[in-house]
Each structure stands twice: as structure tokens, then as C-alpha cells.
């Protein structure tokens, strides 16, 4: 992350996960997973919730029930996430 952002709210790094432009290319590397699952994106079988410590992580990432993602997908979650909310 570069330095600019690690002063980021947890709310303006909610709006740059879901304007990365990375995010619509990975739910189009996997729609066909999605589709088969009638899943309409990668960030609906989780949600990124504040986390209120004191901790640099602005984000807790959590997974929701009923979605059993292969581990590739997680992956990429995840480094996303990575990329947002851990600095």
C-alpha cells in the first residue's frame, strides 16, 4: 500500500476495493464460477467489517455462510483485501 493511503478511513477503503479495477477482472476470470453457483460477485461471500482496535488493519475480513469458495478464489480475496485494508 503506498504510503499516502495507511492514513486511509476504513470507509474511503471500502470505495477503492470496490473501484479497484483488479475486482472486476478477477469476477471475470471466475464467472463461470459465479454463474454456476448464481453468485453475482467475488465480495458477496464475504464482508469487510471496521474493526474497532487500535490495530493499522481499518478492516476485518469475514466469511459468510454458505459459500465454499475454492481456495484460488479465497486467494485472490484476500490478496485484494490485503491490498486495502493491511498496511
Known sequence: MAESETSLSYS?????IIADP??????QKYEPYL???QTENL???CD????????????????KEG?????EIKRDIITL???HFVD
Not at 12 to 16: E, G, K, S
Not at 67 to 71: A, G, L, S, V
Request: aromatic content about 10%; overall charge negative.
Open 12 to 16: 474511503d477503503r471500502m470505495q477503492n
Open 22 to 27: 483488479e475486482l472486476q477482472v478477477l469476477d
Open 35 to 37: 454463474d454456476l453457483h
Open 43 to 45: 465480495m458477496d461471500a
Open 48 to 63: 469487510i467489517i471496521p474493526n474497532p482496535s487500535t490495530e493499522p488493519v481499518t478492516g476485518k475480513l469475514i466469511w
Open 67 to 71: 459459500y465454499d469458495y475454492p481456495i
Open 81 to 83: 483485501y490485503n491490498r
